[in-house]
């Protein structure tokens, strides 16, 4: 009996986090650079931009899909890979793990494109 409530209570898990995106959207370009701005005043207060510290997000986002989707191929649908390779890394469980472990290296080195 509890196995059935986990198992029912992972595909609804599933179902909804499977869910959240299922219409198309454009993805805009994400730059790496930082855009700092220094105030000329008495106490020399410096200024970032938000938009600068969201292409950390990217990076952070695409590390935990890699490591709590990875089998399922989240980071690679994050960061817009092709579809095809998408479902093929899906159908060979990432690879037999190879392909997911070098994508991860290429995540934590930033080499993964897209970020």
Same mark, same amino acid.
């Given at each position: 009996?509890?196995?059935?409530?986990?198992?029912?209570?992972?595909?609804?898990?599933?179902?909804?986090?499977?869910?959240?995106?299922?219409?198309?959207?454009?993805?805009?370009?994400?730059?790496?650079?930082?855009?700092?701005?220094?105030?000329?005043?008495?106490?020399?207060?410096?200024?970032?931009?938000?938009?600068?510290?969201?292409?950390?997000?990217?990076?952070?986002?695409?590390? @935990?899909?890699?490591?709590? #989707? +990875? &089998? %399922?191929?989240?980071?690679?649908?994050?960061? =817009?890979?092709? *579809?095809?390779?998408?479902? @093929?890394?899906?159908?060979? #469980? +990432? &690879? %037999?793990?190879?392909?997911?472990?070098?994508? =991860?290296?290429? *995540?934590?080195?930033?080499?993964?494109?897209?970020?």
């Amino acid at each position: 009996m509890k196995t059935k409530i986990i198992l029912s209570l992972l595909v609804m898990i599933m179902a909804v986090s499977s869910s959240y995106a299922s219409f198309p959207v454009t993805r805009t370009a994400a730059t790496n650079t930082t855009t700092t701005v220094a105030v000329d005043t008495e106490d020399n207060t410096v200024l970032t931009s938000p938009a600068a510290a969201a292409a950390d997000d990217t990076f952070v986002i695409a590390l @935990l899909l890699w490591f709590f #989707l +990875g &089998g %399922l191929a989240g980071h690679r649908w994050y960061l =817009g890979s092709p *579809i095809g390779w998408n479902i @093929l890394f899906i159908l060979t #469980l +990432g &690879g %037999l793990g190879i392909w997911w472990i070098i994508d =991860g290296i290429d *995540i934590l080195t930033k080499r993964y494109p897209g970020l």
